[in-house]
């Protein structure tokens, strides 16, 4: 009991001391295939310190929601990485039904969040906000329906059992999990605000999705919402990762290598899907999105009719 | 009679008489602010010593079982599903009443007569929770029909505005219908049973003929009452052009009792057949998305929060749906789930629902408007109501930590059990619905950002003279609030509560699915998320002390004269969610693009109509009314014709009833 509340923690913080060492790294590796030296991997600890130090300006129009919208961020976004596995280490908060539950606590982050940037009055923020309600809404299913369908078929609800229950012994399941791999993909893209959905380092504030909302934020406040937006991104890198720990027969040390080496792989994609391609019309979004979903529910169909 | 007078239902029996005396002031008290300030403490009174003898029955007690209670000659029940309907009326019935006394003295100070209003007020609650406890199908619709036209009566306040007049009279033909529909459902029962009391109706197995002709009279006459898809038509004209108090009441209790007749009907015929579980699962999702994207379009606050309660009759109906499968089934923990999560949401709804439209009504009172384009940055006017209303919306839309999120996941759960429990195909169609209700959470998401930042946040979009709140408004709005917290953080109790109602009456065997379930892991991650983001705000503005913290004008791109119009709007707001589904919710867009060099004025308009009433309703009224028309000459002016009108129908009754003998 007590080594499993230690490997819990443990867990928890390698998630909130790495994360921005993955953003970094994808950066890197982006700038690498773009022919570039780029910044060193480091550089997402530096803006961080950066930001901690610099001095806070709110809008004048702005409210208490602006005040709280980055510590409930936070630490909404915290909680969601404590229901995560590292290898084969069983998370802090891991009981029946937390599935729901990360889906919803991120949900909350949501709400404030798009709340805050139309605290602030600005029709950029407004536009930005507009936006996120939207993609959320197609990304949801998503969600659903690669995570919730291996929960479905499997019959757990948890998140740390479904990853533990999911077995390569049959070969129509093995392309099952893949396909659900490749729609997680789909969907941390989406989710993390990354090419082809959004830009995250685009210079036009009409162009941005998640950037516009937070652009009237400054010192510890935008320090805030860059480290949970570093979380969330390596939040779903690892619910990436864990369809792969099938492969290391349940032993820990293994178990830590996918890891190691998943976030390398997975970071290199992503880096190559941002050099190779450009960002999508905003129209073009949904329909994304819902190919995505698509995927997810032929992938279920055809998993439940030739089992 | 036995132990008629024993001391729980002398107090049963004294709330009644005390919330009925209301009334009596009116004999006696000519000027409008004294009876009505009487009036309403009187009725409170009795509100208060009726919920202390609903909490202090079986239900709340610390015993398995619920005690059916049988009184006044069986023409009373008081069992686990009364009971619990008993309490989400009274628990809102009592913020509601504290509102009105600052709601009514703006009418007060209007010089408007309010007299009819406190009446019909007052006959409605009591009428209301004699439905939920009568035994006596005689009683029942009475109660129902006295319901139904003291809500029209107190409708109809502002009366002379042309809006009421339309509003109401969809009401009114949605409730004589409704009564119709259930007249028969009665009647059937009785020529089936023989008996006019409800606790003997149970439709027998040699008699499962009638059984869809049952299930289809209640589902469409209850279905009406609570609003579900094709059926809600009348709801978001009803709802806006109440007194706010009564809106409240509206969409928090009284749709309720659509649910609870539909809850009645199950023990009625149970066991039930799958398919009406399907036939309800399919209303209920439709219902759900549909309503909270209708929603999404809308201007007027009050419909935006009527079109909500089609959204949420939708999810409580995905629980009553999945109960139905289960039972249907004979999965205990399918029972308990759907069943559970069906009424733990209901009594949610009514307490967020109510929360919502009298924090709305405090908005439309001082505005003088429901226009939430109009709105804007009352935050800083009323920085409680916007965390109050805050607090709603959070819970409304089922987002953590809030009782939204506790129903819901009940739910959620619920199909979890129903793909493990029955295999096959199952799974597959379970997925979709939770692919359904996460599409409605992710919707909800985005209709309440909307509606909290529009009214609340940035700037005034019209000058606010004076925002005036009074100690009755937070009253109200907090005891509400602060029951959207509890539930939400210790659901534990509630959810023992919901468990022992639906051990009296709704499952085949025992199941701990729904005590059993990780409770203390909520409440445990709640608070500590509570906890660690009120540390951390002090952290912050420690850190911004040290660091430095001050204000400045949002950026505006280097442009300086930012006026309150240049804002994102409502529409802009909905506007790529509302062109997805454009010919449904007939989403209709005016847009005039300025050209040249010196360009004109321009101007944009959205609006959305319903496509039931739209494209149902309004032409099978139109096309009644062209065949009313032919028979228009019977329509005279002499009183005699009536007569013998009247006469040859009783003949015709009469022959009719001696030919079925």
Known sequence: MEIEILQGIISLLIILGFSPLFAGLINKLKAVLTGRIGAPVWQPYYDLKRLFKKETINATVSSFVSRISPVINFVTVAVAATMLPIGFWKPLISFNGDIILFAYILGLARFIQILAAMDIGSSFEGMGAAREATFALFAEPIFFFTLGSVAFISGLSSIYDIYYSIQLNNISYIVFIVICSISAFLLAVTECSRMPVDDPNTHLELTMIHEVMILDNSGIDLFLYQYSGYIKLFIYAILEISFFYPFSAQSYLVGVMIFVIGSFILALTLATVETITSRFKMKNIPQYLLFATAIGILNLLIYTFTK | MNGLLNSGNVLFIAAFVIQLSALIPVAFIRSERKFFLTSNIILLIGLVIGLISTLSSSLFSSSQLINDTLLFDNWIRLDGLGLFFLFIIQLVAIPTTIFNFSYLQHYIDQERPIKSFVISYTVLLVSTQFIVIA????????????????????????????????????????????????YIFFFLLHHQTNSWFLSDYHVSLTLRNTLPILFILSFIGFGIKAGFMPFHFWLPQAHPIAPTVLSAFLSGVIIKTGIYGILRTFQFLNPIPEWCGWVVLVISILSAIFGVWYALAQHDIKRLLAYHSVENIGIIGIGIGIGFIGSANKIPALEVLGFGGALLHTLNHAIFKSLLFLGSGVISNNLGTRNIELMGGIVHR?????????????????????????????????????????????????????????????????????????????????EIKHFHTSVYDY?????????????????????????KVIGSGFVSADSSALIGMNWLSLTLIFSAILLSAVVLYFVKVK???????????????????????????????????????????????????????????????????????????????????????????????????????????????????????
């Not at chain 2, 619709?141 to 969809?170: C, D, P, Q, T």
């Not at chain 2, 062109?579 to 209709?588: A, D, R």
């Not at chain 2, 009433?613 to 009536?642: A, C, H, M, W």
């Open chain 2, 135 to 182: 035994n006596q199908a005689i009683l029942f619709l009475v109660s129902w029909e006295v319901m139904s036209m003291s809500a029209y009566l107190g409708m109809i306040l502002e009366r002379e505005k042309e809006e009421v007049h339309k509003g109401s009279f969809y009401y009114l033909v949605a409730s004589h219908v409704i009564v119709f529909v259930i």
């Open chain 2, 382 to 462: 009323a920085k409680y109501l916007a965390i109050f209303f805050l607090i709603g919306s959070v819970a409304i839309s089922g987002i953590p930590p809030f009782n939204g999120f506790v129903s819901e996941f009940i739910i959620y759960n619920g199909f979890f059990q129903a793909a493990k429990e029955l295999k096959n195909y199952y799974p597959f169609i379970m997925l979709i619905f939770v692919v359904g209700l996460a599409f409605v959470g992710g919707l909800a998401v985005a209709c309440f950002t909307k509606i909290n930042s529009i009214i609340f946040l940035g700037t005034e979009r019209k």
């Open chain 2, 475 to 499: 009253i109200s709005l907090g005891i509400l609030s602060l029951l959207c917290i509890a539930i939400g953080f210790y659901p534990r109790i509630f959810i023992g509560i919901v468990n």
């Open chain 2, 543 to 661: 850190i911004q002390k040290k660091y430095g913290r001050r204000t400045s004008a949002t950026w505006g791109c280097g442009y300086e004269n930012i006026t309150p119009r240049m804002q994102y709007t409502a529409s802009s707001f909905a506007d790529e969610l509302n062109i997805i589904p454009k010919t449904i919710l007939v989403y209709h867009k005016k847009v005039e693009i300025s050209k040249g060099a010196f360009p004109k004025q321009t101007a944009f308009e959205s609006h959305s109509q319903d496509f039931v009433d739209n494209k149902i309703v309004l032409p099978l009224y139109g096309f009644l009314k062209k065949i009313i028309s032919k028979i228009e000459f019977l329509s005279q002016t002499d009183i005699r014709y009536y007569i013998g009108f009247i006469l040859i129908i009783i003949t015709v009754y009469g022959i009719i009833a001696f030919l079925w003998k």
